[in-house]
């Protein structure tokens, strides 16, 4: 028996069962009421405290005369959804029955043949569930519509009031929507291939108008509209000529100026479109939703959501030196339940359900699959698993080397930003000045796989090329991460380590009441209680002490890491800035990229420092300003076990035996450095070098564990104050030191047989140092980075004897 024979076999039990089926709900299909034609359900999200947010009505449709609408968009949409519309009386057996065998024949689902009375009576009465019962009771409506209406009065009905996507409802606001113009505009007297090319895009879009959208999926909508040309031809309305002309015309990739303007009746726009992606995951689609009729809780908080949109409409915070603006993102949830409090998609909302950078990866601009974390990424593949394993804590000395780990074309060499290597420094001071170097010795340590396998159990995603190379230690997986993405895996340090999937839908009822969708985000256990408050600390260090210092909030507690990704064409300019951080109350992630049209973040020599991850980290501590200030949030300390905290020491509880009384600073003859000097403190501790730039903000310069250090980074005619701070085996500052100022000479005297240009490298000549950065704390992470997966070595080998110390600059 052949598989057609089957298959034929098969279609007459299941249309003998429609038969019997039909007989059956004729007795509990409501009676046709022609009221409903014209609904007015509306779809109702609610924020986590259960009030209304969000209001959807899909009854905002214009309508237009049948006779007004082109016939080029009216043989389309009849070529494509139901070619023998004139000929069937609301249900077309041949038509199912062509379908149903196609859906048979190629093992696909039995679906499909549905008339445009058919859609329009599930548009109207019925939902998009694809059950027996629910087939069964659209023929009888459609059989029904027939019975009230004309074929033409049904044309123009659907044609009226079908979903197009975004907010079209119908033909006039579809057209509206994507070409800026009345549908009775788009008749072919002035532009008669353009013209088609817009009503078959138009009419191609009802079957999955999401999927099909131009400004979203472009080339989706451009091979969808040539299918729709194409049925045009085969079915006798148009030419081969005028098809394969209108084929060679463009789709639209952004809305046009004189469309649609956004619906100012929904405050939290990319809220909404987040909302509407989890939705499909969730199993139910977004056009669905958008017909009307349900009630979506979610766990938006208005307060959080309009706090992030003021800050991020103080463009101020954001603008680059040239007076362009960087693509930005921001996403804040709640550690303690997984919840998304509040997300930006982008600096400006352009359109429905357009790329959101706050939740979708987009790696286009460096050549891979999503924004690169940078070193953001270093507490969850490095020092988080380090230190699950119990063999490395805050104190753990780690090798800051140039080492060239594997060999031949797999050789990977990390550089710090500054070649500058001190040989050994503590785990603390590694992860404050975010060095590369024992980064990646650390994660060779304790193996790509426990690095890796940790982070995978924080929501990263890692593919198996991911284990082949070290560069993952600074952030060079292969599909990179979202804001939302590096949320949710700092998280964990904030909520005991224990992960909980972020989330905006808590539940999705219908219009009866019945709860569709409930999803139980419970905690998973990921890494140990110590571990989660262990990196809290070093992370508060971070934001007190390192590179974070532009995310602090006076009097809160705040912990996060800084990132980067430089853009190896370039050097010193990046593509990718970040901050991941939390309070208490909630996690935040930003993420900066380059502006529109660009392949990197375009900064000036003197500014790359200032606007570096420092610049990501300022806008993480205006939005949580922000929202610490209206959720009247009182200041409190970072749990930690037994559910106490650990002050820091006030300096003034030193004993006075153990202060540091006697820094004193000298120029050298050459003016080319100054030596630092003061007496060790005994027992457990290390120092923090500051110094102040010609009377600038006090940076952190430097990290030892001896009684000296020397800055070679000073310039001709500079003024420089320095700050030694002790810092004890928990990382607390105990006292700081008297302060010392010095000037540099205006003329540089070199030593003997040396130019500027010599860098003590056999004599090969490289570029003059830098000049200073006020902001230290920016760009010195970049350095052994890659770009869509590959490590690059951005500084050149600089061999010779380990550096007593570490700098950041």
Not at 141 to 149: F, K, P, S, T, V
Not at 357 to 378: D, E, L
Not at 388 to 411: C, F, H, M, V, W
Request: charged share 20%.
């Amino acid at each position: 028996m052949g598989k057609r024979f089957k298959a034929y076999i098969l279609l007459f039990v299941i249309l003998a069962g429609f038969v019997f089926a039909a007989v059956g709900c004729t007795l509990t299909v409501p009676a046709f009421d022609a009221s409903k034609l014209d609904p007015a359900q509306e779809t109702i999200i609610y924020d986590r405290y259960g009030q209304p947010a969000i209001t959807l009505r899909p009854s905002k449709s214009i309508p237009v005369p049948l006779q007004d609408i082109p016939i080029n968009l009216r043989n389309a949409v009849i070529a494509t959804e139901d070619s023998r519309f004139y000929e069937h009386p609301g249900i077309d057996l041949r038509g199912m029955a062509r379908a149903l065998v196609r859906d048979i024949l190629s093992g696909g689902k039995v679906e499909g043949g549905s008339t445009i009375t058919q859609q329009l009576a599930r548009w109207v009465f019925l939902n998009d569930q694809k059950t027996f019962s629910r087939k069964i009771e659209e023929i009888i409506l459609a059989a029904q519509l027939e019975r009230h209406y004309t074929k033409d009065e049904i044309l123009e009905m659907y044609l009226n009031k079908i979903y197009f996507g975004g907010q079209a409802y119908g033909v006039e606001m579809a057209a509206r929507q994507y070409f800026g113009v009345s549908v009775k505009d788009l008749n072919g007297q002035k532009d008669p291939i353009g013209d088609l090319a817009k009503c078959a895009l138009i009419a191609g879009l009802p079957q999955a108008p999401s999927y099909y959208n131009p400004f979203v999926h472009p080339q989706a909508a451009k091979e969808r509209r040539d299918i729709v040309l194409e049925n045009m031809y085969k079915n006798g309305y148009i030419t081969k000529e005028q098809m394969d002309a209108a084929k060679q015309q463009p789709v639209p990739t952004s809305p046009p100026k004189t469309g649609l303007p956004v619906d100012d009746s929904n405050k939290y726009p990319w809220f909404l479109d987040y909302v509407l992606e989890e939705a499909e995951n969730l199993g139910i689609s977004a056009d669905e939703i958008m017909r009307g009729g349900y009630r979506i809780y979610t766990t938006l908080d208005p307060q959080v959501q309009e706090s992030m949109q003021q800050t991020y409409e103080k463009t101020s915070l954001f603008q680059l030196p040239n007076g362009q603006l960087p693509r930005s993102a921001a996403v804040v949830l709640d550690p303690k339940t997984g919840g998304i409090a509040g997300i930006i998609g982008g600096m400006q909302y352009k359109t429905f359900r357009g790329f959101n950078y706050a939740t979708m990866n987009n790696f286009t601009m460096t050549g891979g699959n999503g924004q690169s974390p940078g070193s953001t990424i270093k507490p969850l593949v490095d020092y988080g698993p380090a230190i699950e394993t119990g063999r490395y804590g805050p104190n753990s000395l780690l090798k800051d080397q140039l080492i060239t780990y594997g060999s031949g074309a797999g050789a990977y060499t990390p550089h710090n930003w500054d070649g500058r290597y001190r040989g050994t420094m503590t785990l603390r001071a590694a992860l404050e000045l975010s060095e590369n170097a024992p980064a990646v010795w650390l994660l060779d340590q304790i193996g790509i796989k426990t690095g890796l396998d940790f982070a995978k159990k924080l929501g990263l995603p890692v593919t198996p090329d991911d284990y082949n190379h070290l560069a993952v230690a600074l952030g060079a997986t292969s599909k990179g991460a979202s804001p939302l993405i590096m949320a949710q895996a700092y998280a964990a340090f904030d909520n005991a380590g224990q992960f909980i999937k972020a989330h905006a839908i808590t539940k999705i009822v219908d219009g009866n009441g019945r709860v569709l969708v409930q999803p139980d985000y419970a905690p998973t256990q990921v890494m140990q209680p110590r571990t989660a408050a262990t990196m809290t600390d070093l992370l508060k260090s971070v934001v007190d002490h390192g590179l974070g210092a532009a995310a602090r909030i006076p009097g809160y507690a705040v912990a996060g890491k800084t990132g980067t990704q430089e853009y190896a064409p370039i050097k010193g300019q990046n593509t990718d800035l970040w901050f991941v951080g939390y309070t208490p109350d909630y996690v935040g992630a930003v993420w900066m990229g380059p502006p529109d049209g660009m392949n990197y973040i375009p900064l000036s020599p003197g500014q790359q420092g200032e606007y570096g991850s420092g610049k990501a980290a300022a806008v993480f501590q205006s939005m949580m300003t922000r929202i610490i200030q209206t959720e009247h949030l009182p200041p409190k300390p970072f749990p930690v076990l037994g559910g106490t905290s650990t002050p820091t020491p006030p300096p003034d509880q030193t004993p006075p035996s153990q202060a540091i009384t006697d820094l004193a600073a000298t120029v050298s003859s050459d003016g080319s450095k100054v030596d630092l000097r003061w007496t060790p403190i005994q027992g457990d501790v290390s120092y923090r070098v500051y110094r102040t730039e010609n009377g600038g903000t006090q940076a952190l310069v430097a990290s030892v564990t001896g009684g000296s250090w020397t800055d070679d980074q000073v310039t001709p005619g500079g003024q420089y104050e320095y700050v030694v701070a002790a810092v004890d085996g928990s990382g607390n500052e105990v006292n700081r030191s008297n302060a010392v100022t010095v000037s540099i000479p205006e003329t540089v005297q070199q030593p003997p047989g040396r130019s500027q240009t010599d860098t003590g490298n056999g004599g090969k000549p490289q570029k003059p140092p830098k000049e200073d950065k006020k902001n230290h704390g920016s760009t010195g992470e970049n350095g052994g980075g890659a770009s869509g997966g590959q490590p690059t070595n951005p500084i050149e080998n600089q061999p010779g004897t380990p550096q007593t110390s570490t700098v950041f600059q």
